[in-house]
T-cell receptor
């Protein structure tokens, strides 16, 4: 069965430090890949997505992610973290039904704390 | 441009009762998906509605049912509520013309079952 693994439940970084959140997926083909962010009590906001092409994708708020087919990974990065980035981050995959997206399968999330 | 809206924001129900949650999609979107997010977990897919029909369904019992209206808005109904149904219910909308490829989420409805 398809699955998404986010190995880190909670990460704490200092403001201004770099960030990398890990995501691995299990799927027979290349799925569509997404990162979402959720602030406390809020819904999910789409940060970035990968469908095909360039394996390094840019998103909003200065985030980027790199798709590595050989590692079945789609790690999220940011060069300099701001206090406002503290939130929960979810990696998700969508199965590719002949070019049409299926439902999203989410990882369990990584909670990011930012210390001054 | 209004995003995805959901109502109510919070809801408290008793075991065995029935509940209806509502969702209005983002302007220009014609597809609505529903997800359940238990505390400390990622969202889990319940079902997706397109053209007023259930297009896909996740691993949820028949107690969970839905409906989509001609204006693309949607309802999620849960019958015979269990304590385990307590969760944040998220609605997401997308556009079929782009292969349903981007889902935009609403703020969610927090359901508490006592």
């Amino acid at each position: 069965a398809q699955s998404v693994t986010q190995p880190d439940i909670h990460i704490t970084v200092s403001e201004g430090a770099s960030l990398e959140l890990r995501c691995n997926y299990s799927y027979g083909a290349t799925p569509y890949l997404f990162w979402y962010v959720q602030s406390p009590g809020q819904g999910l906001q789409l940060l970035l997505k990968y469908f095909s092409g360039d394996t390094l994708v840019q998103g909003i708020k200065g985030f980027e992610a790199e798709f590595k087919r050989s590692q079945s990974s789609f790690n999220l990065r940011k060069p300099s973290v701001h206090w406002s980035d503290a939130a929960e981050y979810f990696c998700a995959v969508a199965l590719n039904y002949g070019g049409s997206q299926g439902n999203l399968i989410f990882g369990k999330g990584t909670k990011l704390s930012v210390k001054p | 441009d209004a995003g995805v809206t959901q109502s109510p924001t919070h809801l408290i129900k008793t075991r065995g009762q029935q509940v209806t949650l509502r969702c209005s999609p983002k302007s220009g979107h014609d597809t609505v998906s529903w997800y359940q997010q238990a505390l400390g977990q990622g969202p889990q897919f319940i079902f997706q509605y397109y053209e007023e029909e259930e297009r896909q369904r996740g691993n949820f019992p028949d107690r969970f049912s839905g409906h989509q209206f001609p204006n693309y808005s949607s309802e999620l109904n849960v019958n015979a509520l269990l304590l385990g149904d307590s969760a944040l219910y998220l609605c997401a909308s997308s556009f079929s013309g782009t292969g349903f490829t981007e889902q935009y989420f609403g703020p969610g409805t927090r359901l508490t079952v006592t």
